[in-house]
């Protein structure tokens, strides 16, 4: 009398299960090259939005779609943002909370006392030119310029690198924005 192996009914179930799990619901985050020049693009457009809206309608309704285009592009409902804007001094350097990159982007807010609004300053015209896009999964990072115009035609140029994340919702987010102007030699 031989000894058959017990194992038989456990293959047999794990097999059976393969068969479910082939038909499973694949999730993908991987971010491609476009969505990322989109969401630099939507980013840009965004800031000179806010800057037209509060020339013509006023710093409310600038805060309002400022908080629009915070909650749309920015990743703070998945935790702090590794934000450090451009003019900033310390102790409030870094903006990890949404309140601090409201009171950046539009003032007005007595826990930021030194902020006046950077996206209110009459920006007309903003363009992102990346030296290099570096994409890996369900991250990517950029890092390159960001040219933003005034009312008055002049330019101004900084260094802005970014990093995206998909939230569970397939959007891309910006967790880490790290703006500063360029270095000058003196």
Same mark, same amino acid.
């Given at each position: 009398?031989?000894? $058959?192996? %017990? ?21 993908? #985050? ?9 969401? #630099? $693009? ?9 800057? #037209? ?14 908080? $629009? ?7 703070? #409902? ?7 804007? &451009?003019? &900033? ?23 930021f006392p030194k902020d006046t609004g950077f996206a209110l300053k009459g920006w007309t015209q903003c363009e992102s030119k990346n030296a290099a896009v ?26 802005? &690198? ?8 397939? $959007?891309? %987010? ?13």
């Amino acid at each position: 009398m031989t000894n $058959k192996p %017990r194992v038989l009914i456990p293959v047999a179930l794990a097999l059976a299960s393969l068969g479910s799990a082939a038909s499973a619901t694949v999730v993908n #985050q991987a971010i491609s090259e476009a969505e990322v020049l989109q969401a #630099q $693009k939507a980013w840009c457009k965004a800031l000179v939005d806010i800057s #037209q809206t509060h020339a013509t309608s006023g710093q409310a309704a600038a805060k309002a779609l400022a908080e $629009k285009v915070i909650d749309g592009a920015y990743g703070y #409902q998945m935790g702090a943002v590794l934000f450090k804007p &451009t003019l &900033t001094v310390a102790p409030q350097t870094f903006r990890t909370t949404r309140a601090g990159a409201l009171a950046y982007f539009v003032g007005g807010d007595a826990a930021f006392p030194k902020d006046t609004g950077f996206a209110l300053k009459g920006w007309t015209q903003c363009e992102s030119k990346n030296a290099a896009v570096f994409i890996s999964g369900d991250s990517a990072t950029t890092m390159g310029n960001v040219m933003i115009t005034d009312k008055s035609g002049k330019v101004t140029t900084v260094d802005k &690198t970014w990093k995206f994340v998909k939230d569970d919702a397939g $959007k891309l %987010r910006i967790v880490v924005h790290h703006s500063s102007l360029p270095y000058t030699a003196s």
